[in-house]
């Protein structure tokens, strides 16, 4: 019998093998004119389009516009070769300890534990990123399991992706069970934007494994837009949080997406109003393909200014950019 026939998938994977792939598909279902069309089938060829229908039903039909949109729909502007976007804008690959586990900062480390992801965000910093490279049988981790076993420095253990969550929970189970044998770590971060896209994902099996773990579990989500923040996904994130497991919020500042005052006091509202709190604001990595997105340090900062002028501290996220080389990541200044 096939291991993965549709009765035996999880609703999850029934959803994520139904997301729309097809550009032309995406634009006929949001009422979008022939030009959008057009690009979208040509950007597409740079980095497929993926978006789950739970997320494309919280965009807005006929605009070209909308801020959900805006983070999946392939556009010309990213074939623009801007000076200083580029493959790797943060040098992952000298960070490489072992196949798999990237390491930058003091006491954590960080594991790709899959390439895969539930949406292509276009402008994402590892559109680029050599995945083929990585391993994928679950005894090809060994030599990231024994690096991090070495280095009695590590107290926590990033996984990251591509999306941690589109591991099943079989071997997502197999990778704690096996970073729990380690004794001097302590913490375990989960960063994921499947709760935010497939909020199907969250299931009581998955947060039964993370509540019962002998590490201190962390979920970093990755929401943009408060409009992210509604229905089905919201209940989920809910879940999560009433569930005990500590849950922060990491965004992107994007042009055309959040980097107005009301989109970003929203996000931030809706946030804390769940029990999330925001984390980091992130500067775009300079990626190459994704400049239109690009918003200048200035810009930034006084967007968090007015948002520290208008919500409790505890809701404003720090704004911070990622340099190579540096030993954490860095808030920005101006
Ligand atoms: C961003 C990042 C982390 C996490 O940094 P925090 O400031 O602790 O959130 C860890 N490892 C790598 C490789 C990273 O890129
Ligand atoms: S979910 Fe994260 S890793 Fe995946 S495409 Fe979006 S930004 Fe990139």
Redesign the pocket.
């Known amino acids: 019998m096939p291991v993965s026939s549709p009765s035996t998938r999880a609703l999850w994977q029934q959803e994520l093998a139904g997301a729309v792939r097809n550009p032309e598909m995406l634009c006929e279902r949001l009422g979008l004119g022939d030009d959008l069309r057009i690009a979208a089938a040509r950007a597409a060829k740079l980095f497929p389009l993926l978006v789950p229908e739970s997320f494309l039903a919280r965009m807005q039909r006929g605009n070209p516009d909308d801020p959900l949109l805006r983070q999946v729909l392939p556009l010309d502007a990213e074939f623009t070769e801007v000076s200083g976007f580029v493959a790797d804008p943060v040098d992952d690959d000298a960070a490489r300890k072992a196949p798999g586990l990237l390491q930058k900062y003091a006491g954590r480390a960080l594991l790709i534990t899959t390439g895969a992801?539930?949406?292509?965000?276009r402008?994402?910093?590892?559109?680029h990123y050599p995945y083929a490279e990585e391993p994928r049988q679950l005894a090809d981790w060994e030599p990231a399991f024994q690096a991090i076993e070495d280095d009695a420095s590590l107290q926590e253990v990033l996984l990251s992706?591509?999306?941690p969550l589109m591991l099943t929970d079989a071997r997502l189970s197999a990778f704690l069970d096996r970073l729990e044998t380690i004794p001097h770590l302590k913490r375990l971060r989960i960063h994921t934007?499947l709760p935010i896209?497939l909020p199907s994902r969250v299931t009581t099996d998955l947060i039964e494994r993370m509540q019962t773990s002998r590490l201190t579990v962390f979920v970093v989500l990755?929401a943009n837009h408060p409009s992210e923040l509604v229905g089905d996904c919201a209940d989920m994130v809910r879940q999560l949080v009433r569930s005990g497991i500590t849950t922060l919020n990491q965004a992107?500042l994007l042009r055309g997406v959040n980097d107005d005052i009301a989109s970003l006091t929203m996000l931030c509202e809706r946030l804390i109003d769940l029990g999330v709190l925001p984390y980091y604001l992130h500067q775009l990595d300079r990626v190459q393909g994704a400049a239109h997105f690009a918003v200048s340090d200035e810009v930034g900062v006084s967007l968090v200014y007015e948002l520290r002028r208008r919500l409790p501290g505890y809701a404003v996220p720090e704004f911070v950019r990622e340099v190579a080389g540096a030993a954490s990541k860095l808030p920005v200044v101006v």
């Not at 402008?123 to 559109?127: D, H, K, L």
Request: hydrophobic share 30%.
């Open positions: 992801c539930a949406i292509h965000c402008y994402c910093f590892r559109r992706g591509g999306d934007r896209v990755h992107v």
